[in-house]
């Protein structure tokens, strides 16, 4: 049980154009889902908290405007990086809390999708 | 907000040897402390977690110690073996939200 899902797993595109990426828990309910950003040989950075229904919460340092979070349900939320650039290239990983976790801490984790950006 | 400091950054060990990763945190209301292996390319694998009112946890090769007063916690790897070669990340988590350490990459020799 609590898995999560992400697609695509790869996506390559082209510099200006914007990327869809959705995270789905499968088998649970996902009371907040969350959205990370790990870059070759570092640690995942949060960007981005998300509660269904209401307007994602930012880290410090990420563009609202550039990185678009809707949790349009709770088995369902997704990224869209705007008007990409190669800088944006990145591995980008969901997670989600399950609605049976009592204390909401434990996170799953998405199997991550690589945006590489021409 | 948190802050989570992980050490070493890279150990190299022999199979066999024992393994142990530290990881220090500043928020005294996190109560939640995973740690995730990670493979080249694939998602954080959950391998053991500890919340704020235990000590210490174990389960078969793996243990993990918290030190509350002192806001550290430990990973401990037995007997290692190269397939537990891989990047390690602790994560120190209040009110839901997880902050991680920066990694350690652990290589098992044969």
């Known amino acids: 049980g609590a898995v999560v899902s992400q697609h695509p797993s790869r996506v390559i595109c082209k510099s200006g154009t914007s990327v869809k990426i959705e995270c789905r828990s499968l088998d649970f309910q996902a009371t907040t889902m969350f959205w990370y950003r790990q870059f070759p040989k570092k640690s995942l950075m949060l960007m981005a908290t998300?509660?269904?229904?209401?307007?994602?919460?930012?880290e410090q340092g990420v563009e609202k405007d550039k990185f678009l979070i809707n949790h349009a349900s709770l088995t369902l939320s997704t990224l869209t990086v705007t008007s990409a650039h190669p800088e944006d290239s990145s591995f980008y990983i969901c997670?989600?809390?399950?609605?049976?976790?009592?204390?909401?801490?434990?996170?799953?984790f998405g199997p991550g999708t690589r945006l590489t950006v021409l | 907000g948190e802050n989570v400091e992980q050490h070493p950054s890279t150990l190299s060990v022999q199979e066999g040897d024992s393994a142990v990763i530290k990881c220090t945190y500043s928020?005294?209301?996190?109560?939640?402390f995973p740690w995730y292996k990670q493979e080249l390319g694939k998602r954080p694998q959950l391998i053991i977690d500890i919340r704020s009112n235990v000590g210490e946890k174990k389960d078969q090769r793996i243990a993990v110690t918290l030190n509350k007063t002192a806001k550290h916690f430990s990973l401990h790897i037995t007997e290692t073996q190269p397939e537990d070669s891989a990047v390690y990340f602790c994560?120190?988590?209040?009110?839901?939200?997880?902050?991680f350490g920066k990694g350690t990459m652990l290589l098992v020799s044969p």
């Open positions: 998300s509660n269904e229904g209401s307007k994602a919460t930012y």
């Open positions: 928020d005294s209301a996190s109560n939640y």
């Open positions: 997670s989600a809390n399950s609605d049976r976790d009592s204390s909401y801490n434990e996170q799953f």
């Open positions: 994560a120190a988590s209040s009110y839901s939200t997880l902050t």
